[in-house]
């Protein structure tokens, strides 16, 4: 037997149908196993495409899958089509082939193997069509980023056509999600969970990518698929509610009159600036500031003014104490708390006296008032620095925060009696004072 011969031999009586077709699919040669695939004799496929014999829904199906392999001019492996045999019953073959090209270039045809696979074919089938129409977005990758396989909600997703998805890439069109994917990849060479990734996408889209390692029968890692979620709505859900949440807190500290910082907040923080205090020997100083003859003023000018009036001294007592550790509160009615961390009794009558200038030169009406302008009358109270002794280890923060207070407010009374508009110093408080 001659060489052709040998080979023809061994193309008739392998088991997969060897073929040939030209520029329009049309089989040049077949080989004689197709007489056992699908009951016709070689010569009869002759002049026929693929399509002849597949269901006309399978012949559209498949008709569109080619249409873009061979647009690319590239080869093709693994492409299952179903196919009607003479005597009527369905074969499943899956098909594989490369380009041929004549002299100058041109594609002359394609040619390629056909294999009976209607045992695991028509559940491959099955499998294929829920992955294609799933309505959420699956994709599978190959370890250099490139798409394997896709399907149509993964083509919404990135803007493609369903037939260009196939020559796009993941790493060209997520560089920074796949920085994060080659990371998975090596984290499932090793076993590693792969978490999911939050992705922002188009147009202020959010998707969740849920990665699992692909691997081949080996073991060996081969790719990643990837099911993608919209998670647009929950994350807008969850900015709302850090808004919400931030907004809430501010309120929860502010004073709504006067833009203050409120008792509670003073409270909380006062502890806190006691405790700081102690701890690095630094002098703590609260000035209290009340608005005299407040009641009088409402009743000549009306609360409306009164309010008003509120808000001009709030915004006097922040320009005075400006330092970012001051913390400037509404005490309650018409009286405000000012704790000045790291400010010995100098430095708080210097800024209680600012507070107390400032106003006086705001020269805000006062018809019932001697002076005929608001004026304000403050206590000042100091923790001089040193460090906290053994004596002093029996007052609690609390009680010298309270007793902060208290003694700044005993001051603000006196200013009062010595005929307010003034600023009184009550003696400091040493650890161990009483
Ligand atoms: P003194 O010089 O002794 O401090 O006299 P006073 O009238 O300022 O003191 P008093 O405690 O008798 O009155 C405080 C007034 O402050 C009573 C209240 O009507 C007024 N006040 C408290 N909170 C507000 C507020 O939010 N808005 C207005 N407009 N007035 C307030
Ligand atoms: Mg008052
Ligand atoms: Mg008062």
Same mark, same amino acid.
């Given at each position: 037997?001659?060489?052709?011969?040998?080979?023809?031999?061994?193309?008739?009586?392998?088991?997969?149908?060897?073929?040939?077709?030209?520029?329009?699919?049309?089989?040049?040669?077949?080989?004689?196993?197709?007489?056992?695939?699908?009951?016709?004799?070689?010569?009869?496929?002759?002049?026929?495409?693929?399509?002849?014999?597949?269901?006309?829904?399978?012949?559209?199906?498949?008709?569109?899958?080619?249409?873009?392999?061979?647009?690319?001019?590239?080869?093709?492996?693994?492409?299952?089509?179903?196919?009607?045999?003479?005597?009527?019953?369905?074969?499943?073959?899956?098909?594989?082939?490369?380009?041929?090209?004549?002299?100058?270039?041109?594609?002359?045809?394609?040619?390629?193997?056909?294999?009976?696979?209607?045992?695991?074919?028509?559940?491959?089938?099955?499998?294929?069509?829920?992955?294609?129409?799933?309505?959420?977005?699956?994709?599978?990758?190959?370890?250099?980023?490139?798409?394997?396989?896709?399907?149509?909600?993964?083509?919404?997703?990135?803007?493609?056509?369903?037939?260009?998805?196939?020559?796009?890439?993941?790493?060209?069109?997520?560089?920074?999600?796949?920085?994060?994917?080659?990371?998975?990849?090596?984290?499932?060479?090793?076993?590693?969970?792969?978490?999911?990734?939050?992705?922002?996408?188009?147009?202020?889209?959010?998707?969740?990518?849920?990665?699992?390692?692909?691997?081949?029968?080996?073991?060996?890692?081969?790719?990643?698929?990837?099911?993608?979620?919209?998670?647009?709505?929950?994350?807008?859900?969850?900015?709302?509610?850090?808004?919400?949440?931030?907004?809430?807190?501010?309120?929860? @500290?502010?004073?709504?009159?006067?833009?203050?910082?409120?008792?509670?907040?003073? +409270? =909380? /923080? %006062? $502890?806190?600036?006691?405790? #700081?205090?102690?701890?690095?020997?630094?002098?703590?100083?609260?000035?209290?500031?009340?608005?005299?003859?407040?009641?009088?003023?409402?009743?000549?000018?009306?609360?409306?003014?009164?309010?008003?009036?509120?808000?001009?001294?709030?915004?006097?007592?922040?320009?005075?104490?400006?330092?970012?550790?001051?913390?400037?509160?509404?005490?309650?009615?018409?009286?405000?708390?000012?704790?000045?961390?790291?400010?010995?009794?100098?430095?708080?009558?210097?800024?209680?006296?600012?507070?107390?200038?400032?106003?006086?030169?705001?020269?805000?009406?006062?018809?019932?008032?001697?002076?005929?302008?608001?004026?304000?009358?403050?206590?000042?109270?100091? @923790?001089?620095?040193?460090?906290?002794?053994?004596?002093?280890?029996?007052?609690? +923060? =609390? /009680? %010298? $925060?309270?007793?902060?207070? #208290?003694?700044?407010?005993?001051?603000?009374?006196?200013?009062?009696?010595?005929?307010?508009?003034?600023?009184?110093?009550?003696?400091?408080?040493?650890?161990?004072?009483?």
């Amino acid at each position: 037997m001659d060489e052709a011969g040998r080979l023809r031999e061994l193309l008739d009586h392998n088991t997969d149908w060897v073929w040939e077709v030209d520029a329009n699919g049309r089989y040049t040669y077949a080989s004689e196993m197709v007489q056992c695939l699908l009951g016709y004799a070689p010569e009869a496929m002759i002049g026929k495409t693929p399509f002849d014999f597949m269901p006309p829904a399978e012949a559209q199906r498949v008709g569109d899958a080619f249409g873009a392999i061979v647009a690319a001019q590239r080869s093709f492996s693994g492409l299952i089509n179903r196919n009607v045999h003479i005597d009527g019953h369905i074969v499943v073959l899956e098909t594989s082939g490369i380009p041929l090209f004549d002299e100058a270039g041109q594609l002359r045809g394609y040619r390629g193997i056909d294999r009976d696979v209607s045992a695991l074919g028509e559940r491959v089938l099955q499998l294929e069509a829920v992955h294609l129409h799933a309505p959420v977005a699956l994709c599978t990758l190959d370890c250099q980023g490139q798409f394997v396989m896709t399907n149509l909600a993964m083509a919404r997703l990135l803007g493609v056509s369903a037939s260009d998805i196939d020559n796009a890439s993941l790493c060209a069109l997520m560089p920074e999600l796949w920085e994060r994917l080659q990371l998975d990849i090596a984290h499932a060479q090793v076993d590693a969970a792969l978490p999911d990734h939050e992705v922002a996408w188009r147009n202020g889209c959010w998707l969740q990518a849920t990665p699992h390692a692909l691997r081949s029968a080996s073991g060996g890692v081969v790719g990643l698929s990837i099911a993608w979620i919209d998670i647009t709505a929950r994350k807008q859900a969850e900015d709302h509610l850090t808004q919400a949440n931030r907004l809430l807190a501010a309120h929860a @500290r502010q004073d709504y009159l006067t833009g203050l910082y409120n008792r509670r907040y003073l +409270d =909380e /923080q %006062l $502890a806190i600036e006691v405790a #700081r205090a102690r701890r690095d020997a630094q002098s703590l100083s609260v000035c209290m500031v009340d608005v005299d003859y407040f009641k009088l003023y409402n009743d000549s000018l009306g609360h409306h003014a009164g309010d008003c009036c509120l808000r001009s001294l709030a915004g006097v007592m922040k320009e005075c104490a400006r330092r970012p550790s001051d913390i400037v509160s509404r005490f309650g009615g018409e009286e405000f708390a000012i704790v000045l961390p790291g400010t010995g009794a100098q430095g708080a009558l210097a800024v209680a006296e600012a507070i107390r200038l400032k106003v006086q030169r705001l020269a805000l009406e006062h018809p019932a008032s001697a002076m005929g302008r608001v004026s304000v009358s403050i206590g000042v109270v100091t @923790r001089e620095a040193q460090k906290s002794s053994a004596s002093s280890a029996s007052i609690p +923060d =609390e /009680q %010298l $925060a309270c007793d902060l207070l #208290r003694h700044a407010d005993k001051a603000m009374y006196a200013a009062k009696h010595a005929g307010r508009d003034r600023i009184v110093c009550a003696p400091p408080l040493v650890d161990g004072y009483d």
